[in-house]
C-alpha cells in the first residue's frame, strides 16, 4: 500500500536517486541507533553524524530557500526525501535549528542575523533548543512570565523554561520572552536569541516516564542579552512564534517513520499473524496512514520553500500524533511480557548483536505519551482546525 501513483517519472528518478544514496552513505550504526531510539530525538552524537552527512551531499537545507543554501526541491521531492530516509532508518533530524529558528530568522530576522548565523545552522556549529513553555504556560503559551527586560544596550533576562528539548546538548536557545507588561498578553512577547554559554543559565534535568533524559528546566538569572539578538520587532514575538509552531506542527512528513514503525511492528509480532483481532487492528493503522500520507502530500504540495505549512499543519499534527501513540500501543501489546523489560536497552550501543529491537519499545511507548501534548496539545489543534481550517466560529 503506497502513494507511488502520484509520482512522475521524474520523481521515481528522484526517488531512485535518494534511495541509492542512502544505501551507500547512511552507515548501519545510525540505522540501528534510531532503531534502538526511545526517546523523542536520537542522541546528539547520532544527529550531528547523519547532519554533516547530509551537509556535505548538500541535502540539508530542503526547507529552505535556495539563497540560504536550500536545495531548491519540490514539494513532492521534499516528501520522498523525507519518506524515503524513514524507511531506510536514517535517524530524524534535530529541528530546532533547521525546522524551527532557521525560518524564523531566514524570514524575519536582520541582514547580520542572516549572516551570522544561518550557516552556523547548516554546518553544525550552533546547536540549538527552543524556550517555549514555562510551567505556568503549556499549551496556553500567551499566560509566559518569564521576562526580558530592556536596558538600552542590551537585555536583562529572569524567569525559566521548561520541557526544554536538547538544552543540555545546546550551545544557543531561541526564547519568546515578555518585554512588556502594559500590552495585552500576545501583544507583549518578543523573540530573542540568546547564548547558552551566558552567565546565570542553570540547566536540571528532567528524566521522561520512558527513563530517558530528553528534556530539561532552563533557569535564567540577570542573564545579560545583546540587544541586536532580538529577532525582528520588540512586541511581535507572538507573531514569529505562530510562524514557527505551524513548522513544528507540519511541512516534514512523518508518516515514512510511522509506516517502518508499522513495517518494525509485523516483524517483531510474526506469531501473531493468526491473531484476528491484532490482524483488524494492524489493518485498521495501514488504511490511518495511507490516509496522512495522502494529507501531507496534499499539504506539502502548497508550501513554498521558506514558507510554513498554514493552519492544515494542525491537522497533520493531531492526526500523527494518535497514530504514533496507537503503532506504540499495538506494539507493546505485541510483544506482551516482553514489554516489561524497560531500562535494559543502551540507545548509545549501536554495534552489538544480537540486537533485540523490541527492547525500547516500552519506553518510547510511555514517552510518546507527551505527543498529543507537546506543540500543542490536541485539545488545541482541534480549536485552530474548528475555527481556521473549516470557518467555525
Not at 173 to 195: E, W
Not at 197 to 214: A, F, N, V
Amino acid at each position: 500500500m503506497s502513494l507511488d501513483f502520484a509520482f512522475g517519472v521524474e520523481e521515481r528518478a528522484f526517488r531512485e536517486q535518494v534511495r541509492q544514496f542512502l544505501d551507500t552513505k547512511l552507515p548501519e550504526h545510525l540505522r540501528i541507533a534510531t532503531r534502538l531510539n526511545s526517546a523523542t530525538f536520537v542522541s546528539k552524537e547520532i544527529a550531528q553524524e547523519w547532519h554533516s552527512i547530509l551537509h556535505r551531499q548538500g541535502w540539508l537545507g530542503y526547507l529552505w530557500p535556495v539563497e540560504y543554501g536550500g536545495t531548491g526541491w519540490s514539494p513532492i521531492q521534499r516528501f520522498i526525501f523525507e519518506r524515503e530516509c524513514a524507511l531506510a532508518d536514517a535517524p530524524a533530524l534535530i529541528p530546532m535549528g533547521l525546522r524551527y529558528v532557521g525560518p524564523v530568522i531566514f524570514t524575519f530576522g536582520s541582514p547580520q542575523q542572516k549572516e551570522y548565523f544561518l550557516p552556523r545552522i547548516l554546518n553544525g556549529e550552533h546547536y540549538w533548543a527552543q524556550g517555549f513553555s514555562e510551567p505556568g504556560a503549556g499549551s496556553d503559551l500567551a499566560a509566559l512570565q518569564c521576562r526580558a527586560d530592556n536596558k538600552g544596550t542590551h537585555y536583562l533576562v529572569n524567569g525559566s523554561k521548561i520541557w526544554t528539548t536538547h538544552a543540555h546538548f545546546a550551545n544557543w536557545i531561541f526564547c519568546i520572552l515578555r518585554t512588556s507588561k502594559s500590552a495585552k498578553s500576545q501583544d507583549g512577547v518578543s523573540f530573542i536569541l540568546i547564548n547558552m554559554q551566558s552567565p546565570g543559565i542553570r540547566i536540571e534535568p528532567i528524566i521522561t516516564l520512558g527513563g530517558d533524559h530528553d528534556v530539561n528546566q532552563v533557569f535564567f538569572d540577570d542573564v545579560k542579552v545583546p540587544i541586536e539578538n532580538l529577532v525582528g520587532e520588540e512586541g511581535r514575538g507572538w507573531q514569529y512564534a505562530k510562524f514557527l509552531l505551524e513548522y513544528e506542527r507540519g511541512g516534514v512528513s512523518v508518516s515514512g517513520k510511522i509506516r517502518r514503525d508499522i513495517e518494525h511492528l509485523v516483524n517483531f509480532a510474526n506469531r501473531l499473524t493468526n491473531d484476528r483481532i491484532f490482524n483488524h487492528n494492524l489493518t485498521r493503522l495501514k488504511i490511518r496512514v495511507l490516509a496522512l500520507e495522502a494529507t501531507e502530500l496534499r499539504v506539502m504540495s502548497q508550501m513554498k520553500p521558506g514558507r510554513p505549512p498554514g493552519k492544515e499543519s494542525s491537522i497533520l499534527k493531531l492526526v500523527s500524533a494518535q497514530l504514533e501513540q496507537d503503532v506504540s500501543k499495538l506494539a507493546v501489546d505485541a510483544i506482551g511480557n516482553k514489554a516489561l523489560r524497560l531500562f535494559e536497552h543502551d540507545t548509545t550501543q549501536t554495534k552489538a548483536t544480537p540486537i533485540d529491537f523490541t527492547m525500547p519499545l516500552m519506553s518510547r511507548y510511555l514517552n510518546l505519551r507527551a505527543s498529543s501534548i507537546y506543540g500543542g496539545s490536541n485539545e488545541i489543534q482541534r480549536n485552530i482546525i474548528a475555527s481556521h481550517v473549516l470557518g467555525l466560529r
